[in-house]
């Protein structure tokens, strides 16, 4: 019970603490010469909802230990897979997207435009 708490706690505050990250870079997009690249603009609305969801889940997780019941480790371990998979990785994918090839292809085939990230000279 005590690692299941302790293992809920732990992924609760790294959620909220990814999530005011997030939240942060997001503000700061277009600093500090104003520029936003296309990039930004299309993914904007997609990390913004995914910084809401993991700050949700993050919330979540807390409450769940301070006021719920407890919970199986095997079930805290599915619901924090499944948490990491909805959140995290998306945002992952997204930031990485600009490096990744394969990624980048995707982004300008599906919208018809080159990938600007920002980066160049």
């Given amino acids: 019970m005590l690692f299941t ?8 505050g ?17 600093f500090p010469d ?10 904007r ?6 910084t809401a969801a993991c700050m949700a889940q993050g919330l979540y ?12 480790a095997i079930t805290l371990g599915l619901q924090i897979l499944v948490a990491a998979i909805l959140t995290v990785a998306p945002v992952l994918i997204v930031k990485d997207c600009p490096r990744s090839n394969t ?10 435009t080159m990938m600007d ?3 160049g000279g």
Wanted: charge should be neutral; glycine fraction near 8%.
């Fill in 61 to 72: 997780f807390m409450f769940t230990v301070l006021f719920g019941k407890t919970m199986k």
């Fill in 5 to 12: 708490r302790t293992a809920a706690l732990v992924w609760a």
């Fill in 103 to 112: 990624c980048s292809t995707a982004y300008e085939a599906f919208t018809n």
């Fill in 14 to 30: 790294l959620s909220v603490v990814l999530a005011l990250q997030w939240s942060m870079e997001l503000s700061m997009v277009g």
């Fill in 117 to 119: 990230d920002g980066a």
């Fill in 45 to 50: 609305p997609l990390l913004g909802i995914l």
């Fill in 34 to 43: 104003g520029y936003i690249t296309p990039f930004a603009t299309a993914t």
